[in-house]
């Protein structure tokens, strides 16, 4: 991956395959908008409307979030949306998100856990993200 920031925690059996993910600055400064670059494979079509996302922000030992978004609701809430098709058939998907992260973020190590499931009944694993941001610097 182009950037040391996301690791992908996902395995063979996930349906989103990350093959790149690239971060652009390299390093997100709070109140700067951070342009997400994703390629990826699908293992097969997905309803992206449907993908839940339990996401998990920590301070060093503390939980500062722990909350539950439907994909398009988490880009929402940093200023990007999903482009393209919402039903992408199996195989090779982009996407290009740009995020306005708030300049109200306090300096700190923080990590950031994305885990996310298909809906509609035919729960499935589709990615599993670990960030690690620190914005102490």
């Known amino acids: 991956m182009a950037t040391d920031l996301v690791e992908d925690r996902s395995d063979e059996t996930y ?8 971060l652009t600055p ?3 400064e709070p109140g700067k908008p951070l ?12 309803d992206l409307a ?8 920590k301070l060093g030992l503390i939980t500062l979030l ?12 940093y200023g990007a949306e999903l482009s393209g098709d919402l039903h992408p058939p199996a195989g090779e998907w982009k996407q290009t998100w ?3 992260l708030p300049k109200e ?3 700190g190590d923080f990590r950031v856990y994305v885990q996310s499931f298909t809906g509609g009944g035919e729960e499935k694993d589709f990615c599993d993200l670990f960030l690690h941001v ?4």
């Open 15 to 22: 349906l989103l395959q990350v093959q790149d993910i690239t």
């Open 26 to 28: 390299e390093v997100p």
């Open 35 to 46: 342009r997400w670059d994703l390629t990826a494979r699908l293992a097969e079509q997905v």
């Open 50 to 57: 449907e993908v839940e996302c339990q996401v998990q922000v």
């Open 66 to 77: 722990r909350r539950t978004y439907m994909l398009p609701e988490l880009l929402k809430a």
């Open 98 to 100: 740009t995020m306005n």
């Open 105 to 107: 973020i306090p300096r």
């Open 134 to 137: 620190d914005f102490r610097r």
